[in-house]
Nanobody, 125 residues
Framework: QVQLVESGGGLVQAGGSLRLSCAASGRSFSSYATGWFRQAPGKEREFVAHDTWSGSDTYYGDSVKGRFTISRDVPKNTVYLQMNSLKPEDTAVYYC??????????????????WGQGTQVTVSS
């Protein structure tokens, strides 16, 4: 069992940056692949980025590729999402997730076992 808590969201102007954090308690992230998803009002939850259980490989959604970076700090048991060159269309609630079964990670929400409560990111134009 693992509990996830996101932080770092907020209001930022277009072109700005934010770094989201996802702190895990209960078990080490080294046992899980992790992912970030987002959900805007009236839309389905969308894949943003994921890594593998070792953290050695990363994958991104087309809309964020080249602007966002997922990384992890194993001693701190924390996963990050660095977001640069933010756009108004990046506005959403961002969720981190951990998968105990999909060691290579996944773009599908159904493959994740644990979810954080979400953090709001708002990008103004």
């Amino acid at each position: 069992q693992v509990q996830l808590v996101e932080s770092g969201g907020g209001l930022v102007q277009a072109g700005g940056s934010l770094r989201l954090s996802c702190a895990a308690s209960g078990r080490s992230f080294s046992s899980y692949a992790t992912g970030w998803f987002r959900q805007a009002p009236g839309k389905e939850r969308e894949f943003v980025a994921h890594d593998t259980w070792s953290g050695s490989d990363t994958y991104y959604g087309d809309s964020v590729k080249g602007r966002f970076t997922i990384s992890r700090d194993v001693p701190k048991n924390t996963v990050y999402l660095q977001m640069n060159s933010l756009k108004p269309e990046d506005t959403a609630v961002y969720y981190c997730a951990a998968s105990a079964t999909s060691y290579s990670g996944s773009m599908r929400t159904v493959d994740y076992d644990y979810w954080g409560q979400g953090t709001q990111v708002t990008v103004s134009s």
